[in-house]
């Protein structure tokens, strides 16, 4: 599997997603600055976590309106992987390839710990190597992960089957809609969600419930 990390100015979380990418494909993603016009020859395009633009004006707003994002929408609509984690997620949103918006957490605080997660649903290219129903634990950090969207277009995700991670019953860090963490497009090759499985590939840094996820679509991809 071929993968690309899309570096904005203020990300911070472009080496994790490169480290961990690299710990579970052996090979180096390729590291694409957000003013690029050309995309590598990839299966994923993972957009990381961080504070693109200091987070100005909307949380992803201004990274959306990068000049690499032309080419992953283009890669998305060929049916392109594409990953966006925590402000990942936000870009997604902003860029019109996710339904929704990430508003300020409910609580006005910055939240940083562990979250147990519920896996909603298996069949995408992202979580095949996950249990129905398994529960998981990912960190989250973010300020702005309360995920909104209106009723009809929730019941939309939830009937077509794209909630793909929910926060656990009494876990909700945020004030999230539903309890959603992570969805996943019409097409279901693009995945936003906050919390961050790129963090728990190794179990000398907390945990290894993020591998399934890398290792679904290394064979999904591969």
Not at 45 to 69: E, H, K, N, T
Not at 144 to 167: C, H, I, P, Q, S
Request: charged residues 20%; contains cysteine; glycine residues 10%.
């Amino acid at each position: 599997m071929k993968s690309a990390v899309i570096v904005f100015p203020a990300s911070n979380c472009d080496r994790d997603a490169a480290t961990a990418l690299e710990q579970m494909t052996g090979a180096k993603p390729h590291m694409v600055w957000h003013q690029d016009s050309v995309l590598p020859d990839v299966d994923l395009v993972v957009l990381p976590g961080g504070f693109s633009y200091g987070d100005y004006l909307r949380c992803g707003a201004m990274a959306s309106q990068s000049a690499i994002m032309r080419e992953i929408k283009a890669h998305a609509e060929r049916g392109g992987a594409v990953l966006g984690i925590c402000n990942g997620f936000q870009v997604l949103t902003e860029s019109h390839l996710l339904p929704g918006a990430l508003m300020r957490n409910a609580g006005l605080k910055f939240v940083c710990r562990p979250v147990p997660l519920e896996v909603e649903e298996t069949q995408s290219a992202f979580t095949r190597k996950y249990d129905k129903g398994q529960r998981v634990v990912f960190p989250v950090a973010h300020g702005e992960g309360n995920y909104f969207a209106d009723d009809a277009t929730l019941d939309r995700l939830e009937g077509e089957g794209r909630v793909m991670f929910r926060y656990a019953a009494g876990e909700n860090p945020n004030g999230s809609s539903r309890n959603i963490a992570g969805i996943l497009n019409e097409k279901r090759n693009v995945l936003g969600l906050m919390p961050h499985p790129e963090r728990v590939v190794d179990p000398q840094l907390g945990g290894t419930d993020g591998r399934a996820m890398f290792e679904s679509l290394i064979e999904a991809l591969s």
